[in-house]
């Protein structure tokens, strides 16, 4: 058995940042009498050479004698549209309906679908439109341009004379018209032109159009297909009890009680885990509650949110890896007239997906077949491979629609308890977790503690900045190479390179990984808490030099034309400096992370009894060529609600050891009735795209914090608000 492709009726694409340098096109032997295209996207490959030798490319454009256009892609849809956005890529270049593409998953393939950023076949960073804007667009004019250069061959005519429309190619003169299917063998003996142009901005006819969304109707229809939906033959159920203090071990199990609830087939034990095995998930549960376990915590039985919070305190008071370093803020902070010092603390935050944590195994002597949804399929490949003592041929993933992932299914932990349990079962095993499991048992974006100081001139502008702050490293463990020298690019971004002008400036960051909590990706990531620390404080210095906070962030970016369009446009659209109620609000925030650039206004009431609500949120994003503006304003919206949710209520906290939170009681999520009014309002630009995926959720959390500052004059140095600290008292 080896891992082959899966054809869908929906794309599946994702995430490709931008390569390093031009792609390359090859045509590789007709397969099947139709024309493959293979899109180089990392230097480390060789160029093959043209004819009939086979093309391993990244990714795929393959025409075939049925007419279709197939993708093959090596990213999975999430939510964001991608399954949409990018195949209007090729079908704008191509010349073809967006209704004749599909997509296929790609096979885990490291070699050959890794993402050129990262080196590894993975799903993530905000990146799939800026990768493919070049090399999709790349594939479909080249192949329309050798589709129309075999059309001309048969017609003794100058491909010139010839034009493609809506998947065929046309001669005007004499009126004759040919579909690229019957197109598709003679294309694919010819050799790839060079250079082939892109089409101007001007001639677009597909992209910049709110294109349905190719996914929709099987997502209300309920035909799509979620890794939790999945029922092979013969199929049993499980679900599982880890360990509650990370780290530990299962001491001892009495399955008596378990094993006497009708439904339930086996209990397995694994080093630091119990999973009981049913013939449907209700027996597996009630069997999971009948359990008597007693686990041993080892080292981190007494560990405390305080503990962790203390150990990162004591870190920022000695210098850290230099980050950024522009004149002499140092130099500048002794000699200030007026200093301003503040310290920021971010905490733990899980990922809550819908899609509670799953994934269905099937581990026999010689092959192993699993079906999930994950954004890193190769490492679930892997991880497999290691697990089963298999080689890499024999197992089979299957990827599927993700109900959630925001990081959260980067990570293999998933796939590898599945794949543990079923290697104690006969047939194919589901295992679901609980929600309770799903929360406690996740990989938390990580916990901060940041200190500012800055000088401030005459004027109150700063003449000198200093941030250094500590927390862990999700880059380093994830993806080692691309930790280097004491840093890695997600962890500092937001807070260097900021669009200020600031003659004195200087960044330090200490990775310090916390005991036995682990820590992985989450929306937005190392933005997601620079940003709310950078933005408030610019919101503190502007209150520090009684100037207005928008007209002092405006006053910082004579030299970001950009930022500063997005800015003021986005205090127009909000009416900012229009009287409000009392315990009302207007904040300001501004960032560039992704390739884009942001500005958002959030409108907040603090009701007496300290609650935040929020009633309006202006959104002007600049973030270049637009593939589809509805799938923009989608990610901008679905962004700033899950901002709003740990801006309100986003906490995990320790005790004994243990995730307190277990449920959508104790970690709320925000509820319908409490969404805001969101507008959204895109910059026209003919610049290269900029990420979206991930931008509206960092910047809508200084801007809450910093509308509950106008609204109470109360400054918040740390999420979520906390009710009782903006109770009006008199």
């Given at each position: 058995m080896t891992a082959e492709h899966t054809e869908l009726d929906l794309p599946t694409a994702h995430c490709f940042p931008a390569p390093s340098r031009r792609s390359l096109l090859r045509t590789a032997a007709a397969a099947g009498g139709g024309l493959l295209?293979?899109?180089?996207?990392?230097?480390?490959?060789?160029?093959?050479?043209?004819?009939?030798?086979?093309?391993?490319?990244?990714?795929?454009?393959?025409?075939?004698?049925?007419?279709?256009?197939?993708?093959?892609?090596?990213?999975?849809?999430?939510?964001?549209?991608?399954?949409?956005?990018?195949?209007?890529?090729?079908?704008?270049?191509?010349?073809?309906?967006?209704?004749?593409?599909?997509?296929?998953?790609?096979?885990?393939?490291?070699?050959?679908?890794?993402?050129?950023?990262?080196?590894?076949?993975?799903?993530?960073?905000?990146?799939a439109i800026r990768g493919a804007w070049v090399p999709l667009r790349q594939a479909g004019a080249t192949a329309r341009a050798m589709l129309i250069t075999a059309a001309a061959k048969r017609w003794s005519v100058d491909p010139t004379s010839c034009r493609a429309l809506k998947g065929t190619v046309l001669h005007p003169a004499s009126q004759r018209?040919?579909?690229?299917?019957?197109?598709?063998?003679?294309?694919?003996?010819?050799?790839?032109?060079?250079?082939?142009?892109?089409?101007?901005?001007?001639?677009?006819?597909?992209?910049?159009?709110?294109a349905k969304r190719l996914d929709a109707p099987g997502k209300v229809n309920g035909s799509a297909v979620y890794g939790i939906d999945v029922l092979p033959p013969g199929v049993k159920f499980a679900t599982l009890a880890q360990s509650p203090v990370f780290g530990g071990r299962l001491k001892s199990v009495?399955?008596?009680?378990?094993?006497?609830?009708?439904?339930?087939?086996?209990?397995?034990?694994?080093?630091?885990?119990?999973?009981?095995?049913?013939?449907?998930?209700?027996?597996?549960?009630?069997?999971?509650?009948?359990?008597?376990?007693?686990?041993?915590?080892?080292?981190?039985?007494?560990?405390?949110?305080?503990?962790?919070?203390?150990?990162?305190?004591?870190?920022?008071?000695?210098?850290?890896?230099?980050?950024?370093?522009?004149?002499?803020?140092?130099?500048?902070?002794?000699?200030?007239?007026?200093?301003?010092?503040?310290?920021?603390?971010?905490?733990?935050?899980?990922?809550?997906?819908?899609?509670?944590?799953?994934?269905?195994?099937?581990?026999?002597?010689?092959?192993?077949?699993?079906?999930?949804?994950?954004?890193?399929?190769?490492?679930?490949?892997?991880v497999a491979a290691k697990l089963t003592g298999l080689p890499l041929d024999k197992v089979v993933v299957h990827n599927h629609l993700i109900g959630g992932g925001f990081g959260r299914r980067l990570e293999e932990d998933g796939a590898q308890r599945a794949i543990q349990i079923a290697q104690h079962v006969d047939g194919p095993v589901k295992v679901v977790?609980?929600?309770?499991?799903?929360?406690?048992?996740?990989?938390?974006?990580?916990?901060?503690?940041?200190?500012?100081?800055?000088?401030?001139?005459?004027?109150?502008?700063?003449?000198?900045?200093?941030?250094?702050?500590?927390?862990?490293?999700?880059?380093?463990?994830?993806?080692?190479?691309?930790?280097?020298?004491?840093?890695?690019?997600?962890?500092?971004?937001?807070?260097?390179?900021?669009?200020?002008?600031?003659?004195?400036?200087?960044?330090?960051?200490?990775?310090?990984?916390?005991?036995?909590?682990?820590?992985?990706?989450?929306?937005?990531?190392g933005p997601s808490h620079n940003v709310f620390v950078v933005e408030s404080f610019v919101d503190e210095l502007a209150a520090a030099a009684e100037q207005d906070s928008v007209s002092y962030r405006l006053a910082l970016l004579e030299k970001s034309p950009r930022a500063k369009a997005v800015l003021a446009l986005a205090s127009e659209k909000a009416g900012w400096g229009a009287a409000l109620p009392s315990r009302e609000?207007?904040?300001?925030?501004?960032?560039?992370?992704?390739?884009?650039?942001?500005?958002?206004?959030?409108?907040?009431?603090?009701?007496?009894?300290?609650?935040?609500?929020?009633?309006?949120?202006?959104?002007?994003?600049?973030?270049?060529s637009v593939v589809n503006p509805d799938i923009v304003r989608a990610q901008i919206e679905s962004g700033i609600?899950?901002?709003?949710?740990?801006?309100?209520?986003?906490?995990?906290?320790?005790?004994?050891?243990?995730?307190?939170?277990?449920?959508f009681d104790s970690y709320q999520i925000l509820r319908i009735n409490e969404a805001p009014k969101v507008e959204v309002h895109i910059v026209e630009s003919s610049e290269p795209p900029g990420g979206m995926g991930e931008c509206g959720t960092s910047l809508i959390v200084p801007a809450i914090a910093n509308a509950i500052f106008a609204a109470t004059g109360k400054r918040l140095r740390k999420m979520p608000v906390e009710p009782a600290a903006l109770k009006q008292t008199t």
């Open positions: 295209l293979g899109l180089h996207l990392r230097d480390t490959d060789a160029a093959a050479p043209a004819g009939g030798e086979t093309f391993a490319p990244n990714a795929f454009i393959r025409i075939g004698a049925d007419g279709w256009v197939v993708l093959t892609m090596p990213y999975v849809e999430m939510g964001q549209g991608t399954y949409t956005a990018i195949p209007m890529l090729v079908a704008e270049e191509l010349e073809v309906e967006l209704a004749q593409v599909r997509l296929e998953h790609a096979p885990p393939d490291e070699k050959r679908y890794a993402n050129p950023l990262l080196g590894v076949q993975a799903t993530g960073n905000s990146n018209r040919l579909t690229y299917a019957a197109l598709a063998a003679d294309a694919a003996r010819l050799p790839i032109p060079k250079d082939v142009p892109l089409k101007d901005q001007k001639d677009f006819k597909l992209i910049g159009t709110p009495n399955d008596a009680a378990a094993l006497a609830v009708k439904g339930v087939r086996q209990v397995v034990r694994l080093d630091d885990a119990v999973a009981v095995v049913a013939d449907h998930m209700g027996a597996a549960k009630k069997g999971l509650q009948a359990l008597t376990i007693e686990w041993d915590s080892r080292r981190h039985g007494e560990l405390t949110s305080a503990d962790v919070a203390a150990e990162l305190e004591i870190a920022t008071r000695t210098p850290g890896v230099i980050a950024q370093s522009i004149g002499d803020a140092e130099a500048a902070l002794a000699r200030a007239a007026k200093r301003l010092d503040a310290i920021y603390q971010v905490p733990f935050l899980a990922h809550a997906t819908m899609e509670p944590m799953n994934c269905t195994a099937h581990v026999r002597r010689d092959a192993c077949e699993i079906w999930l949804g994950t954004q890193a399929l190769a490492r679930v490949q892997a977790w609980t929600r309770e499991e799903d929360i406690q048992h996740d990989m938390y974006r990580p916990y901060w503690f940041d200190r500012f100081s800055t000088a401030l001139d005459e004027k109150g502008l700063p003449v000198a900045w200093s941030h250094r702050f500590a927390g862990s490293s999700v880059t380093a463990r994830w993806l080692p190479l691309a930790f280097k020298n004491g840093l890695d690019p997600d962890t500092t971004e937001g807070a260097i390179d900021l669009t200020y002008a600031i003659p004195n400036f200087r960044v330090e960051y200490l990775r310090v990984e916390p005991p036995g909590i682990p820590t992985a990706f989450w929306r937005s990531v609000g207007r904040g300001a925030a501004l960032q560039f992370v992704f390739g884009s650039y942001m500005a958002q206004v959030a409108e907040v009431e603090v009701e007496k009894s300290g609650a935040v609500r929020v009633r309006r949120v202006v959104c002007v994003v600049d973030c270049g609600m899950f901002g709003i949710t740990a801006a309100l209520y986003g906490e995990i906290t320790l005790k004994d050891g243990r995730v307190q939170q277990s449920n």
